[in-house]
């Protein structure tokens, strides 16, 4: 749980600084696992299984949204490039 909170308070960071959506939702899904955690915690009735299915959620969720936060910084990167290749080999007469 205390690597969850930490992580949470980076993606808290990262969400402030950035002008990005996917650190917002990374972050969101990281405190719906402390959630989780939290309420385990609190209410021993709560089944091993239910759990750790909401652990594996929480993570997959999060780990999509970094993939789209790479995916799109690389699609950006690419398009910026090409955009800047493109213009070196215009025509100046044009």
């Known amino acids: 749980m205390i690597a969850d909170i930490g992580l ?9 600084k950035s002008d990005r959506y996917w ?3 990374a972050a969101g899904f990281q405190l719906l696992a402390i959630v989780t955690h939290t309420a385990e915690i609190l209410d021993s009735t709560v089944g091993a ?3 750790i299915t909401a652990g594996v959620i929480w993570t997959y969720l999060g780990a ?4 789209v936060g790479v995916c799109g910084c690389i ?12 213009s070196d080999f215009a025509d100046p007469d044009a």
């Open 8 to 16: 949470f308070f980076v993606f808290i960071l990262v969400a402030l």
């Open 23 to 25: 650190p917002m939702w």
């Open 49 to 51: 299984w239910a759990y």
């Open 64 to 67: 999509a949204a970094l993939a």
């Open 75 to 86: 699609w950006r990167r690419m398009t910026a490039n090409r955009n800047r290749m493109s």
